[in-house]
């Protein structure tokens, strides 16, 4: 399996990092996406986190940091977006739940993840909270002026909302939320999503599926989402993985 979104340059990590890390590959965890949210937590993920076997960096600024961002910051991620680790841009999306950013200033941090990706190939990660509208109108638009190529991660949404995004090229990640009992809306979704276009995360330290719940989350635990997607697909486990893990290597383009 491969875990497309976690954030282990976290400070819930730093005791244990290697740990955890071991702990996914004994979990069957082959290769881990480290996602960043700031200028500087991309350049620490670059050169500290994804020195591990298997550990891969996406560097960019979370939207709900985009109104801490620094002059230069935005030249700071652009410098590292040749590194041979890096295999994504983001996080980047939108908010509208936590509002701790000018809105206006979110999209503008959005667009230049968008036209970033456009310049390198790499494809892009996109956080999504109360503002799908939002969010669908910037990649209408992006589309406009070429295709797309990234992830909806943690998704929530419709599966007609999935449907679309998958027509615009990109691929629909499922975290933890996925196993919740509460969560059937989600797994209808993921139910509907084309087996090329599926993929699997933790967003660790966060999220923590069922059975562990309130628990730190981690790479190791996404075996219990990919279980339960397996069977809301009516797919065998081994099946679901190999295609999940096909399939981000596809996205991913440079993991090697």
């Not at 456009?118 to 494809?123: A, V």
């Not at 509907?192 to 967003?203: A, G, H, K, N, Y």
């Amino acid at each position: 399996m491969i875990d497309t979104h976690c954030h282990l340059d976290q400070d819930e990590f730093q005791a244990d990092l290697d740990e955890v890390v071991a702990r996914a590959v004994a979990a069957g965890v082959e290769s881990l996406v480290c996602v960043a949210v700031t200028a500087s937590s991309s350049e620490n993920i670059v050169r500290n986190i994804a020195s591990r076997p298997g550990c891969f960096a996406a560097v960019g600024i979370h939207p709900n940091y985009t109104h801490e961002a620094k002059p230069g910051d935005w030249a700071r991620v652009e410098a590292l977006v040749d590194a041979p680790c890096v295999v994504a841009l983001g996080e980047t999306g939108l908010d509208r739940h936590w509002n701790y950013a000018p809105f206006e200033l979110q999209q503008d941090y959005f667009a230049r993840h968008l036209e970033l990706s456009r310049r390198t190939g790499l494809p892009f990660i996109v956080h999504l909270r109360d503002c799908e509208a939002d969010v669908m109108a910037m990649l209408e638009d992006a589309a406009k002026h070429g295709p797309l190529t990234g992830v909806m991660h943690s998704f929530t949404c419709s599966p007609e909302t999935a449907a679309r995004c998958v027509e615009l090229g990109l691929y629909i990640s499922f975290a933890g939320m996925a196993t919740f009992k509460k969560s059937d809306d989600i797994r209808r979704t993921a139910a509907s999503v084309p087996d090329d276009r599926i993929l699997i995360e933790t967003d660790s330290p966060y999220l923590s599926p069922q059975p562990l719940r309130g628990k730190r989350n981690e790479p190791a635990n996404i075996v219990h989402t990919a279980k339960v997607l397996a069977d809301v697909r009516g797919t065998p486990l081994e099946q679901f993985a190999a295609q999940t893990t096909a399939n981000a290597r596809r996205l991913f383009s440079r993991m090697t």
